[in-house]
């Protein structure tokens, strides 16, 4: 659950002059929320690379033109310009992958639970949390990120909630996001689509990256990691002193790797 001003303190520590647009995904920040607006469903992975392309469609009539851009992502968005990169290569001039990396490889015997999870999840959608006030909104973050200053968080708490009717601040992010869906997630689909990016790579993930354990799970890391051999041109950054909201825990590090990535 994250928003494009997420990116905020990445952007002010940026040294040159970048164009930047930071888009909310459907269903999170201001973007529409196709899912809650027609009251049942979920959100489908590959509608986000639709969006992207569309969004690329907008902004090459105008100033990017027709030109290759550089592509950022974090978490879900990293997994997303991966891919996109992977099908409209000629598009894409370098990506950067922060805490990108993939699911587990799902093994078919788990498609029946999966499926009837997903019928549960229709049957009683999830929800998410409402908060009194904006600062218990930042506080929410922070207990989820025990290095982000009260500063940020009340920055970040202003862009990720608004009040309802009740005067009660939620989350502006659709609940569908928490629902699972159908379809298993296949590696060597996902790995024969990176293989496809024709762009330079750069990997960037926290040291000792909590996240990157829980989804390799039982297998070992240098093992996992071998995923990332599909594509042609990859390389890696580690980034001490942060967690998978690296580009909140480092902004300046990170924005220093990106500009000299994209220069």
Same mark, same amino acid.
């Given at each position: 659950?994250?928003?494009?001003?997420?990116?905020? !303190? @990445?952007?002010?520590? +940026? =040294?040159?002059?970048?164009?930047?647009?930071?888009?909310?995904?459907? #269903?999170?920040?201001?973007?529409? &929320?196709?899912?809650?607006? #027609?009251?049942?469903?979920? *959100?489908? !992975?590959?509608?986000?690379?639709?969006?992207?392309?569309?969004?690329?469609?907008?902004?090459?009539? $105008?100033? +990017?033109?027709?030109?290759?851009?550089?592509?950022? $992502?974090?978490?879900? $968005?990293?997994?997303?310009?991966? +891919? *996109?990169? $992977?099908?409209?290569?000629?598009?894409?001039?370098?990506? @950067?992958?922060?805490?990108? !990396?993939?699911?587990?490889?799902?093994?078919?015997?788990?498609?029946?639970?999966?499926? #009837?999870?997903?019928?549960?999840? /229709?049957?009683?959608?999830?929800? /998410? %949390?409402?908060?009194?006030?904006?600062?218990?909104?930042?506080?929410?973050?922070?207990?989820?990120?025990?290095? /982000?200053?009260?500063?940020? =968080?009340?920055?970040?708490?202003?862009?990720? =909630?608004?009040?309802?009717?009740?005067?009660?601040?939620?989350?502006?992010?659709?609940?569908?996001?928490?629902?699972?869906?159908? +379809?298993?997630?296949?590696?060597?689909?996902?790995?024969?689509? &990176?293989?496809?990016?024709?762009?330079?790579? /750069?990997?960037?993930?926290?040291?000792?990256?909590?996240?990157?354990?829980?989804?390799?799970?039982?297998?070992?890391?240098?093992?996992?990691?071998?995923?990332?051999? =599909?594509?042609?041109?990859?390389?890696?950054?580690?980034?001490? %002193?942060? #967690?998978?909201?690296?580009?909140?825990?480092?902004?300046?590090?990170?924005?220093?790797?990106?500009?000299? !990535?994209?220069?």
């Amino acid at each position: 659950m994250d928003i494009s001003a997420s990116f905020q !303190f @990445v952007v002010d520590a +940026l =040294a040159d002059d970048w164009q930047v647009i930071a888009p909310d995904a459907r #269903g999170f920040g201001l973007s529409d &929320w196709p899912v809650a607006r #027609g009251k049942s469903g979920h *959100y489908w !992975f590959q509608d986000y690379l639709a969006d992207l392309d569309a969004l690329l469609d907008h902004y090459a009539s $105008g100033s +990017l033109r027709a030109e290759p851009v550089n592509l950022v $992502g974090h978490s879900m $968005g990293a997994n997303v310009v991966c +891919l *996109y990169a $992977g099908v409209r290569p000629e598009r894409v001039r370098r990506v @950067v992958d922060l805490e990108g !990396f993939g699911m587990a490889a799902a093994r078919a015997e788990r498609s029946p639970s999966r499926l #009837g999870q997903w019928l549960d999840d /229709l049957r009683a959608p999830p929800t /998410l %949390n409402t908060y009194a006030t904006l600062d218990d909104v930042a506080q929410r973050l922070i207990r989820t990120n025990s290095r /982000l200053p009260l500063a940020k =968080a009340r920055f970040l708490a202003q862009h990720w =909630a608004e009040p309802d009717d009740s005067g009660r601040f939620h989350l502006l992010a659709d609940p569908a996001h928490k629902m699972r869906g159908p +379809l298993l997630y296949r590696l060597d689909e996902v790995m024969a689509v &990176w293989s496809k990016v024709q762009a330079k790579v /750069l990997h960037v993930e926290a040291l000792a990256s909590p996240t990157l354990a829980m989804i390799a799970g039982d297998v070992p890391i240098d093992e996992f990691k071998q995923r990332f051999k =599909a594509f042609s041109d990859w390389r890696e950054e580690i980034v001490d %002193n942060a #967690g998978h909201m690296l580009h909140h825990d480092q902004p300046e590090r990170v924005a220093a790797l990106i500009e000299a !990535f994209c220069a």
